[in-house]
């Protein structure tokens, strides 16, 4: 025997409470399947539940959107950064500045690899590392580093820092949209679960065929277990056989 299944996506979920705001359209309140008050709570739930997916999803696409712009201005503050310490190494190793000047910057004095810039924060972190330790140079009286100076330097990372707090805001903004999606998700299902519990109900002193044909016309959804599909197959299979 077929058994009834709950709407489990969105659009199951839509189908259903528009399906039971045409009925009580199109039939008379003493006639309908369900009660005034279930009718009464799916109007007020279906446009609040369908602003909340179009909010999630807008919230979705302008988060991955924006993504890009962040990526951009990732790749260009990591560059710099990177560019610098070089200009640094470099610097050292031809003589010119002595390994004690990694010290203005956080860096080991003997170490010449690059440190780790692999998140959001490292990044940021190193930026802000770069740009303290030239100001404190140069307060001394020494000369700037150049090719990149820090003023550019600055410029990139200021961006990256713009963006990631931007991105930031759009990441509360979705999680704040799925949050009152799952309750509206959650209140959909109670909804529904009632409403189609009241139409089964109706039609619960009719035969079991004709009671799911009837409860089926108000959008209640029943579906075969594998087995008994397999048997109607079967069935349909013999009887084109004798045919």
């Not at 810039?117 to 150049?146: H, N, Q, V």
């Not at 619960?204 to 397999?230: H, M, T």
Request: charged residues 30%; positive net charge.
């Amino acid at each position: 025997m077929p058994y009834r299944r709950l709407p489990n996506t969105d659009n199951a979920r839509l189908k259903a409470l528009k399906i039971a705001i045409t009925k009580g359209k199109e039939i008379p309140p003493f006639k309908l399947a369900f009660k005034q008050g279930t009718l009464i709570k799916v109007q007020s739930l279906l446009p609040s539940y369908e602003n909340m997916l179009s909010e999630h999803k807008n919230a979705y696409n302008l988060q991955v959107e924006k993504s890009k712009d962040h990526t951009v201005a990732m790749k260009k503050a990591k560059m710099y950064i990177s560019h610098f310490i070089h200009v640094i190494n470099m610097s050292v190793q031809r003589g010119d500045m002595s390994p004690a000047i990694r010290n203005y910057f956080g860096l080991e004095e003997n170490v010449k690899k690059l440190p780790s810039l692999s998140t959001d924060e490292e990044i940021l972190s190193w930026g802000t590392k770069l740009m303290e330790g030239e100001k404190k140079r140069l307060m001394k009286g020494m000369s700037p580093i150049t090719n990149p100076t820090i003023a550019v330097v600055r410029i990139y990372c200021d961006r990256f820092a713009e963006a990631c707090n931007f991105q930031n805001g759009l990441k509360k903004r979705l999680e704040r949209a799925q949050s009152s999606l799952g309750a509206a998700r959650n209140e959909a299902d109670s909804v529904i679960q009632q409403l189609w519990n009241e139409i089964e109900d109706t039609f619960k002193d009719l035969p079991e065929e004709l009671k799911r044909k009837k409860a089926s016309e108000y959008g209640v959804v029943y579906v075969f277990r594998k087995n008994e599909l397999k048997g109607i197959n079967l069935l349909k299979a013999s009887h084109y056989e004798i045919g």
